[in-house]
């Protein structure tokens, strides 16, 4: 008995030793027993009554926002417009349908240029318009036809990226009209609070947390628009470069040499010869 209370007290000895590992065992004591003292002390006191959650539709969140909320809306319809309206015009599909580019190529192969002509100006997409006008220089040589082509191509991808760019104008431009609507809400809520005084600091939080509802919307909005910006400019610029491919591989080995002074569009010609050369000096120019 004696030599186990001298082991005994070897071990509390060792044990208080370390005065970290009390600390330790004394705080998660409380940690285990404070939460119940205070549900004690709580219901002994009655309890604190809790406060009532009021539950808000989409719709009231939207009124709040103030009048701003009208072009904001306005913006977030426009933006689902020009998303999905971009989205086709980019796609492949819509800038080169394959009976279009299948169409051409058997009349190129036939060597119908009038009726590869026609076939484009009768089916009018990104691709036929590039044909088209392409082929109505053939008579001016390879070179400006080259340039048509390119040019022509050149007009595709603007007339796309510049609706690509309406993207952007509405990532810039809406949260500038949600943090008009922040503003004007909270010079509101100032003016209010200066005429009454401070009041009650839960109706001025409760303020200033509804104005800033606009500026959260206008936020809403111009995160996906610039995301989809960015998106389909890229996958306007590839399609741009197959549609290149497709256009400059039809005139590879053109016989222009064939198609001298031929006039295969309808496109009318106005320069004439100046009215200050005489028929005979023109002849002889001419020969």
Not at 122 to 132: A, I, K, T, W
């Amino acid at each position: 008995m004696h030599l186990n209370s001298m082991s005994s007290l070897r071990r509390f000895h060792s044990f208080a030793s370390r005065p970290w590992l009390v600390a330790l065992l004394v705080m998660g004591a409380v940690c285990l027993v404070a939460p119940s003292i205070f549900a004690q002390a709580a219901d002994a006191a009655g309890g604190a009554p809790k406060p009532i959650v009021k539950h808000e539709s989409l719709w009231d969140e939207i009124v709040k926002g103030g009048l701003v909320m009208i072009p904001l809306g306005m913006c977030s319809v426009a933006l689902i417009w020009l998303v999905v309206d971009c989205w086709l015009r980019t796609s492949m599909k819509r800038l080169a349908p394959e009976s279009h580019v299948a169409g051409a190529r058997d009349l190129f192969r036939m060597g119908d240029y009038v009726g590869a002509y026609q076939h484009c100006k009768n089916n009018p997409s990104g691709f036929s318009d590039v044909v088209r006008v392409a082929l109505s220089y053939v008579g001016d040589g390879q070179t400006a036809t080259e340039d048509a082509l390119s040019g022509e191509v050149g007009k595709v991808n603007a007339q796309i990226q510049t609706r690509i760019n309406y993207l952007s104008v509405l990532g810039v431009c809406t949260p500038m009209i949600g943090l008009v609507g922040t503003v004007i809400g909270m010079i509101k809520a100032f003016k209010t609070m200066g005429a009454d005084g401070i009041g009650s600091p839960d109706k001025l939080s409760a303020a200033i947390g509804e104005v800033l509802i606009a500026t959260a919307s206008g936020l809403f909005i111009a995160i996906p628009a610039f995301m989809f910006f960015y998106f389909l400019r890229n996958k306007l610029q590839g399609s741009i470069h197959h549609l290149e491919e497709l256009t400059s591989g039809l005139f590879r080995k053109m016989p222009y040499e064939h198609l001298k002074d031929c006039h295969v569009g309808e496109e009318e010609f106005f320069a004439a010869t100046p009215n200050w050369v005489s028929p005979e000096e023109a002849a002889a120019v001419a020969a």
